[in-house]
């Protein structure tokens, strides 16, 4: 029992002893690895320093970031809606512009009685719309399509044309033959105002004439006295002479038809007065054409044809030419109506509405 008992004694030191080394091996393996746990926990706290720093750098830095993007997009907003309020302002100027030309063409339209003013506002406003190319103005230049359309379909009066045609005629009054007066046959021949028949009835007079004085004097034969010489030349002297006289004669009398026997009561002092009552109607018409009042501009044009056909001779080609210039006033001098840019206005008031 006592061996028994030793031997387990020893057994029992020697486990005792080996537990023991154990335990401080595992000791020494316990310090060792607290230790590389102290390491590593410092080190961990160190790299968690160094990731919260990083972390709040990170922070401030995505804070001005979102600080600078939200500032961007502002700049980026304001940049649109200026430039929206810009392309408005542009569209806004435009009608105005078209707007206030298509105005003030109307109205001198309406004050000169031509159309011309508002055709040429109505065309420009049409090729800048087209330049500018604006969807939101589409309907404004279609509107003015149409406009530009129906103003050149309606007929227009030019008054400045037919004034400047009335005042042609007023100053070829007092070169107008009349009637009553007759004109020399030279001075006939001398201007370009008579008709071709008148200039060949005046010119064969003298021609005739002098032709069979030429060809008698071409036909006589030369005297053989010694005088011959000078009675030859005194012969065509007296011949000369002669056919000269006869020609005067013959324009002392000159046979004029007259259809209109009034034109005959007219005495020859009398034609300053006739031609000045001429031009008074003249001018009166004109007045009346300036003023837009056409029916007595027509009234007065009448009388001056009347008088024109009645008292002056027709036979001249000036004469043809004024009556048919004032025939031309006749024609034209009448009331238009022009029509008005209606469709335009009312586009730009609903484009400028924002309709």
């Given at each position: ?38 390491l590593a926990a410092g ?81 420009q406003a049409e090729e ?212 008005r840019p209606d469709a ?12």
């Amino acid at each position: 029992m006592a061996v028994l008992l030793t031997a387990l004694a020893a057994g029992a030191l020697a486990l005792a002893y080996s537990a023991q080394q154990r335990v401080k091996v595992l000791e020494a393996e316990l310090v060792r690895r607290q230790q590389d746990t102290t390491l590593a926990a410092g080190e961990a706290r160190a790299l968690a320093r160094q990731a919260e720093t990083a972390s709040r750098e990170v922070a401030a830095k995505m804070a001005l970031l979102e600080a600078r993007v939200a500032e961007t997009a502002m700049h980026r907003s304001q940049f649109e809606d200026l430039l929206q309020s810009m392309a408005r302002s542009r569209d806004e100027n435009v009608l105005a512009d078209v707007e206030a030309a298509v105005r003030v063409a109307q109205q001198q339209s309406a004050i000169t009685g031509s159309a011309e003013p508002l055709l040429l506002v109505l065309r420009q406003a049409e090729e800048r719309l087209a330049r500018y190319a604006q969807p939101r103005l589409e309907r404004v230049r279609r509107a003015i399509a149409q406009d530009l359309e129906r103003t050149r379909a309606a007929g227009s009066t030019d008054l400045s044309v037919l004034a400047s045609r009335l005042d042609d005629v007023m100053r070829q009054i007092d070169e107008l033959p009349l009637l009553v007066v007759p004109q020399h046959p030279a001075a006939r021949r001398s201007t370009a105002s008579v008709s071709p028949a008148a200039e060949a009835g005046t010119g064969a007079a003298p021609a005739a004439a002098s032709a069979p004085a030429a060809a008698k004097a071409a036909s006589t034969p030369a005297p053989a006295e010694p005088g011959g010489e000078l009675i030859g030349s005194l012969r065509q002297a007296w011949q000369r002479l002669t056919a000269q006289a006869w020609n005067e004669t013959r324009a002392l009398l000159r046979v004029t038809r007259i259809d209109d026997p009034q034109a005959m009561f007219i005495a020859p002092e009398q034609a300053y007065f006739l031609r000045e009552n001429v031009k008074l109607r003249l001018l009166n018409a004109r007045l009346a054409l300036l003023s837009r009042q056409f029916d007595v501009a027509q009234s007065d044009l009448r009388a001056s044809q009347a008088a024109l056909e009645r008292y002056f001779d027709r036979s001249v080609r000036r004469t043809t030419v004024a009556m048919e210039a004032l025939r031309q006033v006749i024609v034209q001098a009448r009331t238009v109506t022009l029509p008005r840019p209606d469709a335009t206005l009312a586009a730009i008031a609903a484009a400028s509405a924002g309709r």
